[in-house]
């Protein structure tokens, strides 16, 4: 079925340190969404992107849509150890499916 | 508080011994839907919900059903449950124009002996 690849699959960084993480797809969406997992908890929506180009920040956290529309991008600046957890891309198959496809994940550990 | 509520939260349970997952929203959202979610595969969804009785597959249905007679729950139902089943499940809802944008419940850990 449907695949979105996540890069990297895991990463161990310094409190302080800047986080960059992508996921990319061989189809294109329409949009794609960003989500934290806590360790032990369910998956929550960080960001949501609607239109090619977009760069939209939530705090710390920046997600940019591919101009491809097959790709997108989270950064986290400046990590602290509450970053810890798996982030998540996902993607709606299209506008009235109500199928949502997600990421393999990127599991963020920091180290105070 | 808005919440997605599943119960139980963890669960052992034997090869071929029927059980069901229950999932219950607060936030009188059309949309629900269940994930399973694995180490390196990430979430991948069984069934989803676009309103009161109408169910459809997802990427993941085999050994699952799953009803919707009521907006605020969703249940999952193992008939005949088996090893490769054990997981951790996740319930999710949300409104209907924007159901990209799910609310997640805390997760039912579920081995299969």
């Known amino acids: 079925g449907q695949q979105l690849n996540q890069s990297p699959q895991s990463m161990f960084i310094q409190e302080g340190e800047d986080v960059s993480m992508n996921c990319t797809s061989s189809?294109?969406?329409?949009?794609w969404l960003w989500y934290k997992q806590d360790p032990g908890e369910g998956p929550v929506l960080l960001i949501a992107?609607?239109?090619?180009?977009e760069l939209t920040s939530n705090g710390r956290l920046t997600a940019q849509f591919g101009i491809t529309r097959k790709d997108s991008f989270l950064n986290i600046s400046a990590s602290i150890p509450s970053d810890v957890g798996i982030y998540f891309c996902a993607g709606p198959l299209s506008s009235n499916t109500g199928k949502l496809i997600f990421g393999q994940g990127t599991t963020l550990q920091v180290k105070p | 508080e808005a919440q997605v509520t599943q119960n139980p939260r963890y669960l052992i349970t034997v090869t071929g011994k029927k059980l069901t997952v229950t999932c219950s929203q607060n936030m009188n959202h059309e949309y629900m839907s269940w994930y399973r979610q694995d180490p390196g595969l990430g979430l991948r969804q069984i069934y989803y919900?676009?309103?009161?009785?109408?169910?459809d597959k997802g990427d993941v249905p085999e050994g699952y059903k799953v009803s919707r007679k009521e907006k605020r729950n969703f249940p999952l139902i193992l008939e005949s449950p088996s090893p490769n089943q054990t997981s951790l499940y996740f319930c999710a809802s949300s409104s209907g124009t924007e159901w990209g944008i799910q609310y997640f419940g805390a997760g039912t850990r579920l081995s299969v002996l």
């Open positions: 919900s676009m309103n009161v009785e109408v169910t």
């Open positions: 992107l609607y239109k090619a180009g």
């Open positions: 189809s294109i969406f329409n949009t």
